[in-house]
Every structure is written in structure tokens, then in C-alpha cells.
């Protein structure tokens, strides 16, 4: 059962095979410089328009390593997209121009009225703020 109460469906993507990878690397830093990451098996699929690289383990994308290791060099393109909520600010903060953040779907998420919770006192910030709760200072 997802941590969600609902499944993305899936894409189809068609392209050119440009690397395939075991998905280890280094972190350059700041953060946790010198540590091993291990993204798994990794594709980059090259579609004409846009690059993607799936990986097939969980790894927070934030150092430039991560990418550099697939063969993307994000100094060298107009846009990159993460799925990262905070972390890459670390190490690819400093490349960014300008920055939007999307709410997806997955296991965490910023929009809390799409988890269910169960077992919860109410009221409680930021779920309840309709009830004259405000954000704490």
C-alpha cells in the first residue's frame, strides 16, 4: 500500500540510451564531503528535449556529484529539475538563477491535507490554522 492515498500513473518516454550507470559516486560537498553515495543502477535517457535520469535507489540529489556522475553537467544546461524538497540547496544552491518549487505527490509532501491522519490532537498548526491558529513566530 503507498504512503499516499493515491498512484501516480505511469510515463512513456522514448529516447536515446546516453549512459547507463552502477550510480556511485563521491560527494564533492559542502555537505557530507568525501561520503559514498550509491544511487543504484542509473539510465540517462536523452529525449530530444529534455534529459532524465532515473536511478533505481533513493538518493537525495545534493551534491553536484550526483549529477556529474551521470554525465550531467548542470553548469552546462538552462534548467534543472530535482525531486528535492530542501537538500540540494547544499551543493547546487549556489548554481541556481532562480528556483520554483512544486508540490508532487509521494511520501513527503508540503500539502498535509493529503495525508490521513489517524491518531492526532486536535487542534494543531498548521493543520487546524482556519481555527485562528497562526504560525509560530
Given amino acids: 500500500m503507498p504512503l499516499m492515498p493515491h498512484r501516480s500513473a505511469p510515463i512513456e518516454l522514448s529516447g536515446v540510451v546516453k549512459l547507463i550507470s552502477n550510480g556511485k559516486y563521491r560527494n564533492k560537498g559542502p555537505m557530507s564531503q568525501g561520503a559514498r553515495q550509491n544511487m543504484g543502477q542509473a539510465v540517462v535517457i536523452d529525449t ?25 553537467d548542470p553548469t552546462q ?5 530535482l525531486k528535492s524538497r530542501v537538500h540540494w540547496r547544499a551543493g547546487l544552491g549556489h548554481l541556481a538563477g532562480a528556483t520554483v518549487e512544486c508540490a508532487g505527490a509521494g511520501a513527503c509532501t508540503s500539502d498535509y491535507r493529503e495525508l490521513q491522519f489517524k491518531k492526532l490532537r486536535r487542534p494543531i498548526y498548521p493543520l487546524d490554522e482556519a481555527v485562528g491558529w497562526s504560525a509560530p513566530a
Fill in 77 to 81: 544546461k538552462d534548467f534543472v529539475v
Fill in 48 to 72: 530530444g528535449d529534455v534529459v532524465v535520469a532515473l536511478i533505481s535507489r533513493h538518493v537525495e540529489p545534493f551534491d553536484v556529484n550526483a549529477l556529474l556522475c551521470l554525465g550531467i
